[in-house]
């Protein structure tokens, strides 16, 4: 009875305050379930009232209760979703004119919100869009209509340059291209433009919004790279971004600045490497430079073994992009060793599956060229290369059902599904007799690269064992990435037998140095 009084209050037209009320008192109500039951039947309405009334008082707390009924009730308003979009859409584009006309816009042409409760009801309305996207993941269809119906209010913060809701629409142009997996040739035009206008301007939101760039771009690559090398200008300006993130310039202060940046583009150059190959080969030698240059440095800038990682698999992606051009651009650059001692020093670091996927396709491309022209620092370190390449293939299965059963955890559904995770890189019966126990893998396997080299080939390393800080690398269950298609063990078992069968006496030597289930893998797989 209540309820139906507080409906019949957000209904009326006669008296704003009375509506704003009624609409605060449903989105504090909605938690119970009772509520919830009993608002389902007229959702519809309640929605479409509330939505009306936040483009009418522009009040914060009105948009918090439309961004709580779009999450709690997804599938119900599914049917409604570009309906409401459109509406949200339409509310950002007219509070943003009303401020322009207002006198809000600055010295610069952009336009700024003094006003803390408009401000945030726009920020309100960003979010309810985010919020809205993510509710539809499961449906391609209602993705479909959903991006060209948010479109005019991306385009409407980056015409005005609101960047006080920034962060909102970098968060949902990463939300629609991911769901989607294909970025819209409208969703090129208003957004590229506007990235990097963005980082090239010469005001602070460049720096301050560099790491949300960056993620969108890594996206606009993933899954429309025909689109990133085809349109003339684009690639050049994104490496100029990563240069302007990447490349250190001796200030004092440089190496505390937010590693978030430097993470995110590491990302990019490991998308680009990937999803470009034999397109970039300028763009791959920079960056091979780029993060060695980093690693090296003497103050530190590369602190943990985490961002260690990052930094490496950025090689290990140009490594596999062309393992040829890779090494030479180390060889050339004075940072074959180093990048040899990062790699193996920090064998066990690489925990996650795509760390491990990583790691099989970037040896599996410098197994495929011939002894001759490897440096010759790696190849008196075969051994280890090829003892950080069994370890991976031992270690994946297991990170691949942890995997899973992440996955299964945030379903909230205990039971782990094995199937053929399991079996991913299943080289014969040998191989299986040769996983070693999972007690004793965290102890061991990655610990050295090659164990059974640890005292004679990582003990030429030890200068490059620096301090850094013990911080794990967390599995992201929905990390994507172009290795994903590639079929990993068919490549390992061509690059290894191949090099077995052409440097036979190198591989017995190798092998001969290995730890037992380390040979026993490797000859499982020849």
Partial sequence: ?????????????????????????????????????????????????????????????????????????????????????VGVAGTVVRMIA????????????????????????????MK????????????????????????????AVFADRVSDVYDETFELIQSITFLRKA???????????????IYDGTGSAGKEHAEEIIACLDNFVTYDA????????????????????????????????????????????????????????????????????????????????????????????????????????????????VFLSRWFLLAAKFTRVHDKRMVLAAASAILALPVDHLPEKLRQHLGMLLGTVADAVQSLPKAMAERERLKQEAENDDNIVGGDEEEFLDFGDDAEDAEIDSDAEDAEVGDTGAKGHESEELSDFDEYDDEWEEEELEENIYFESALDRVDIAGLVQSAVGQFARQNSGAFREALSGLAPEQAATLSSIV
């Avoid at 009375?18 to 519809?44: F, K, N, Y």
């Avoid at 985010?130 to 479109?151: G, K, R």
């Avoid at 035009?189 to 206008?197: G, I």
Wanted: charged fraction near 20%; proline fraction near 3%; aromatic fraction near 4%.
């Fill in 1 to 85: 009875e209540a309820l139906r009084g507080i409906l019949a209050c957000l209904q009326d037209r006669r008296c704003l305050p009375v509506q704003v009320q009624a609409a605060v008192t449903i989105g504090a109500l909605l938690d119970q379930e009772a509520v919830q039951r009993a608002i389902q039947p007229v959702l519809p309405a309640v929605t479409e009232a509330v939505l009306a009334l936040n483009g009418a008082v522009e009040v914060d707390a009105v948009a918090m209760v439309l961004e709580k009924l779009v999450s709690m009730f997804a599938d119900d308003l599914a049917p409604y979703a570009e309906q409401l979009a």
């Fill in 98 to 125: 009303a401020q322009r006309e207002a006198g809000g816009q600055e010295d610069d042409g952009s336009v700024h919100f003094d006003d803390t409760d408009r401000m945030m009801a726009l920020v309100g309305m």
């Fill in 128 to 155: 309810t869009l985010v919020t809205l996207v993510d509710s539809m993941a499961a449906s391609q269809a209602v993705l479909a209509v959903l991006e060209p119906a948010i479109l005019p209010a991306i385009r």
């Fill in 183 to 197: 970025v819209s040739r409208d969703l090129w035009s208003v957004c590229m433009p506007a990235f990097l206008a």
């Fill in 226 to 337: 025909a689109t990133f090398m085809g349109t003339p200008g684009v690639a050049d300006a994104v490496h100029r971004i990563i240069v302007g993130v990447m490349r250190l310039t001796g200030d004092a202060d440089e190496e505390d600045d937010d590693y978030g940046e430097a993470e995110a583009a590491c990302g990019l150059m490991e998308a680009i490497l990937l999803n470009c190959r034999g397109a970039v080969d300028a763009m791959a030698a920079d960056f091979v430079r780029l993060v060695m240059a980093r690693l090296t440095d003497q103050r530190g800038i590369v602190s943990t073994d985490a961002d260690s990682v990052l930094h490496v698999e950025v090689v290990l992606a140009a490594a596999f992009y062309n393992a040829a051009l890779t090494l030479s651009t180390l060889e050339a650059s004075g940072f074959t060793e």
